[in-house]
C-alpha cells in the first residue's frame, strides 16, 4: 500500500507562482495530473526514482518537477501560471510488481489562477 500526502494548492494571480508537493511512503515513480472541470485529466509531469523527467507538452519551460529522495517528497514548481492552468492536481506514485502496474493517487489539491 502507498500513501500520498500533497499540500501546496491554493489561489494565485496570473503571472504567479506556486510550488506544489508530495509525500510517499513509499520510494516510487511518481508525477503530478491534473484534471480541469468539464476536462480529462492531463499529465503535468514524471520523475522517475533515478530523476529521469517527462512533461505534459505544453508546460515545458514552465513547470519543473523535483525530488528528494531521502524524503520521498516530489515537488512541482509552477511558474507564469495562466488562468487556463486552473485545476485540482493530483500526485500519482507507480508501484510495479511482477510485470503488473499499479497507480496510486493522492486527494488532490486545488489550483486557481486568476486573471
Same mark, same amino acid.
Given at each position: ?7 501546496? /494548492? *491554493?489561489?494565485?494571480?496570473? @503571472?504567479? !507562482? %506556486? ?5 510517499? $511512503? +513509499?520510494?516510487? =515513480? ?19 526514482? /533515478? *530523476?529521469?523527467?517527462?512533461? @505534459?507538452? !505544453? %508546460? ?5 518537477? $523535483? +525530488?528528494?529522495? =531521502? ?45
Amino acid at each position: 500500500q502507498v500513501q500520498l500526502v500533497e499540500s501546496g /494548492g *491554493g489561489l494565485v494571480q496570473a @503571472g504567479g !507562482s %506556486l510550488r506544489l508537493s508530495c509525500a510517499s $511512503s +513509499r520510494r516510487l =515513480a511518481m508525477g503530478w495530473y491534473r484534471q480541469a472541470p468539464g476536462k480529462q485529466r492531463e499529465l503535468v509531469a514524471t520523475i522517475t526514482t /533515478g *530523476g529521469g523527467l517527462n512533461y @505534459g507538452e !505544453s %508546460l515545458k519551460g514552465r513547470f519543473f518537477i $523535483s +525530488r528528494d529522495n =531521502a524524503s520521498n517528497t516530489v515537488y512541482l514548481q509552477m511558474n507564469s501560471l495562466k488562468p487556463e492552468d486552473t485545476a485540482v492536481y493530483y500526485c500519482n506514485a507507480v508501484l510495479v510488481v511482477d510485470g503488473t502496474r499499479r497507480d496510486y493517487w493522492g486527494q488532490g489539491t486545488q489550483v486557481t489562477v486568476s486573471s
